[in-house]
């Protein structure tokens, strides 16, 4: 099993999309997936048209009262399912906090279910706090969506540093891509040739600025199952084949 | 419907269909037939012949762990007509989903017309009330047997009947001749229901099982002196002992491309595509070798062979009509008494010599021990059930531990060997890259690494099979007293 976890300390930079788009991808392929939408807004949950509700709420996840098991909702996919977002993930980082071994908490809700899964990804809230420490801890690789500006790039580095100054058992393998590019935009271009230069950690497949992307939330759907020819469709396939090589 | 040719598939409650929509869409499902779930899914247009040729993914990684080296082929095809309803909620989220399934088998005309109802996980109450609706309005009963095990016995297979295991049930009130014949008409059924797939070389399994068939029928026969008529039995050896040695060279370039992945695996990731030349090597050699059996098998000593070896078989060995000849003196004893006299004898070997082996021993003296305790394998598998499980089980799996050491042993050695003898060849034929004779040289290493691990692990494997509980069991076997089922 390999948790993929969606992360960026800002909003709106395409990390649900992410995260929707590619586990429909793994699964299309034959591979049993999990989403886990950990972001108090739901917006994957909402895609999947799963109800944004937890039993218990959150918390009786966190404090061990639920298996993680009796909470996953399939998904209209086969292989494809989901922890849907509950409101009270708003609460987590406080939850967590009253927890014996806080940033281990997410990995063991995980455990168990080592051998349903071959892909979990977890779709994470935009902050550096507990929760998310819990999720570099849990996860084995973090997928950084990153808008070309010299500022977004500046938070791949302070995501590098915490990395490197957490207390991680295993720190995940960070990987960057250039997500909402308008090519039209001289800043995206220049940003993304600069770094293409000399960045290793950032891969190569661009995702566009597009309708589709946008569109998703009105058809509530993966891209590739409304408009599978697009370029949206066609740059979130690429960008799966080329994660994949380097998990 | 695909399969392997041992049923693996429904052997572990699951089948593999291929299915094509008639928009062009083609799936892989591979689903569970207990609970229908599915278990594995993946777009595929042409069904290779062995998953590992499908792109490599988490789903395929599992089907391999099914099929190991076995090849799958289409056993039935249905043309079906599905239609799919959903139980949606306000959001549109399918909570389950409900197929009417009408479906013919090709060949075996239209099957029973069937409701699939799939929940969809996490929405369980929901699918359980639609089963209810279900049950209660149209009246509907759950059925018990998969449309796939429908249609196969629609076409005329009969589910699981290959097994490369023996399974006899032998009576114990039988004669010996009985309980010999019997053995060997199943050991001879082995090898014709094999026959056909080792022809069309569709995968290794099929000349293996068929070889071991006539090893085994070999190793009957050499216990069969007193039973089988002398005349009979010396012109069978002589020709099972041909059907062997033609086989053998096929087998041995499949054993070497079947431990190929462990050979790369051996060696350092740079020098594992230096394989790629002796990979090849042995391919054209094993397409060679099995050409020259496949003709072996066209001659008319084979066909004479099989057709004499049925009449004896469906005859009884019984002396031919007028003969004066007398029946071998144990072929009418009982056969519980027989086959127990031939397994001590055969263990009392396995420990004598296994005794005698210390860490200075030959090692043709630990090839000897194998083939002796193969032979002891043998009569416990073909003649077994003619006693009580709690005394075979054991002293199998003792057997089978002490074998297992021998076998890696044996195997790293002459592997070791053949690849050096292979190199050689690759030199003189096609003056072989010296990348690949290295990397070969690596995999001789590896290979006498594990020769010497399962040379030092012979002691305590021959010590747990030199028991005094083995020991007790075999002495028991057909013994008047209590070593029989009923009374030997």
């Not at chain 1, 071959?118 to 902050?127: A, M």
């Not at chain 1, 570099?136 to 100054?165: G, H, K, W, Y």
């Not at chain 1, 690429?238 to 994660?243: H, K, P």
């Not at chain 2, 099957?111 to 049950?135: C, K, M, Q, S, T």
Request: aromatic content about 6%; proline content about 6%; some cysteine.
């Amino acid at each position: 099993m390999k948790v993929i976890a969606t992360y960026n300390l800002k909003g709106g930079v395409g990390k649900t999309a992410t995260a929707v788009n590619l586990s429909y991808l793994a699964a299309a392929e034959g591979a049993r997936v999990l989403v886990w939408d950990l972001d108090p807004q739901g917006a994957a949950s909402f895609y999947f048209r799963v109800k944004p509700k937890v039993k218990g709420g959150g918390k009786s996840l966190v404090r061990g009262k639920r298996d993680l098991d009796d909470v996953v909702k399939g998904t209209d996919f086969e292989h494809l399912d989901l922890v849907p977002a509950d409101f009270s993930y708003r609460n987590l980082d406080l939850v967590l906090e009253h927890t014996k071994r806080p940033t281990r908490r997410l990995g063991q809700l995980l455990r168990p279910l080592r051998k349903d899964y071959d892909y979990v990804f977890l779709d994470c809230p935009p902050s550096i706090s507990l929760a998310s420490e819990s999720v570099f801890e849990a996860a084995d690789v973090l997928l950084v969506p990153l808008i070309p500006t010299t500022l977004s790039l500046r938070a791949l580095d302070q995501l590098d540093r915490f990395l490197e100054n957490a207390d991680l058992r295993k720190p995940p393998r960070v990987l960057g891509f250039f997500s909402m590019v308008d090519r039209r935009k001289r800043l995206h271009r220049d940003v993304i040739d600069n770094v293409t230069a000399g960045r290793r950690r950032v891969l190569r497949t661009r995702i566009p600025s597009a309708m589709d992307i946008e569109r998703m939330g009105q058809r509530r759907k993966p891209v590739a199952t409304f408009a599978p020819r697009s370029r949206s469709a066609a740059a979130y396939r690429d960008l799966w084949s080329e994660a994949k090589t380097r998990f | 419907m695909y399969e392997t040719f041992d049923w693996r598939f429904l052997g572990a409650d699951t089948v593999l269909e291929h299915r094509v929509e008639a928009d062009d869409g083609a799936l892989l499902v591979w689903r569970s037939i207990t609970t229908g779930e599915v278990l594995g899914q993946l777009p595929v247009h042409e069904v290779p012949r062995f998953v590992w040729h499908l792109p490599q993914t988490p789903v395929v990684e599992r089907l391999a762990r099914v099929t190991e080296m076995r090849a799958i082929v289409p056993l039935v095809t249905l043309d079906t007509r599905l239609d799919s309803l959903r139980l949606i909620d306000d959001d549109d989220k399918t909570l389950a989903r409900v197929t009417l399934d009408r479906s013919t088998a090709r060949g075996g005309g239209p099957l029973p017309a069937v409701i699939d109802l799939n929940p969809v996980r996490g929405y369980d109450a929901e699918a359980r009330a639609l089963e209810e609706l279900l049950a209660a309005q149209i009246g509907l009963v759950p059925d018990t047997e998969d449309v796939t095990i429908a249609a196969l016995r629609a076409v005329g297979f009969a589910p699981g009947s290959y097994s490369s295991k023996l399974r006899l049930a032998l009576d114990p009130a039988s004669t010996a001749l009985d309980a010999w014949t019997t053995v060997l008409r199943a050991l001879f059924a082995t090898m014709q229901a094999n026959e056909s797939g080792l022809r069309g070389d569709v995968d290794s399994e099929f000349l293996h099982d068929f070889r071991v068939a006539v090893r085994r029928t070999r190793s009957v026969l050499a216990d069969a002196k007193d039973i089988i008529d002398p005349d009979v039995r010396a012109w069978a050896r002589d020709e099972f002992r041909w059907i062997g040695q033609v086989t053998s060279p096929p087998r041995d370039a499949d054993v070497f491309l079947l431990a190929l992945p462990a050979f790369e695996d051996a060696l350092p990731g740079e020098r594992r595509r230096d394989l790629k030349a002796f990979q090849a090597f042995l391919e054209e050699q094993q397409v060679r070798a099995h050409a020259e059996l496949v003709a072996a098998l066209d001659t008319e000593r084979y066909r004479s062979l099989t057709g004499r070896w049925r009449e004896l078989l469906d005859e009884g060995f019984s002396p031919a009509e007028g003969s004066a000849r007398p029946e071998p003196p144990d072929a009418g004893a009982p056969a519980v008494g027989i086959a127990g006299a031939h397994i001590r004898k055969a263990h009392r070997r396995v420990i004598r010599d296994g005794r005698t082996i210390n860490s200075a021993s030959h090692p043709e003296e630990l090839h000897e021990l194998r083939k002796e305790a193969k032979r002891l394998r043998y009569l416990l598998e073909c003649f077994g059930s003619l006693y009580p499980p709690d005394l075979v089980t054991p002293v199998v799996r003792e057997l089978k531990d002490l074998q297992d050491v021998l076998g890696a042993y044996q195997d790293s050695q002459v592997q070791a060997e053949g690849i050096e003898q292979l190199g050689q060849q690759m030199l003189e034929k096609h003056g072989a890259p010296a990348a690949a004779l290295l990397a070969m040289g690596g995999v001789v290493e590896h290979l006498d690494d594990i020769g010497r691990d399962a040379r030092a692990q012979f002691a305590a494997r021959f010590a747990a099979f030199d028991t005094k509980s083995v020991r007790t069991s075999v002495e028991q076997l057909g013994r008047p007293k209590d070593g029989a089922r009923s009374g030997g």
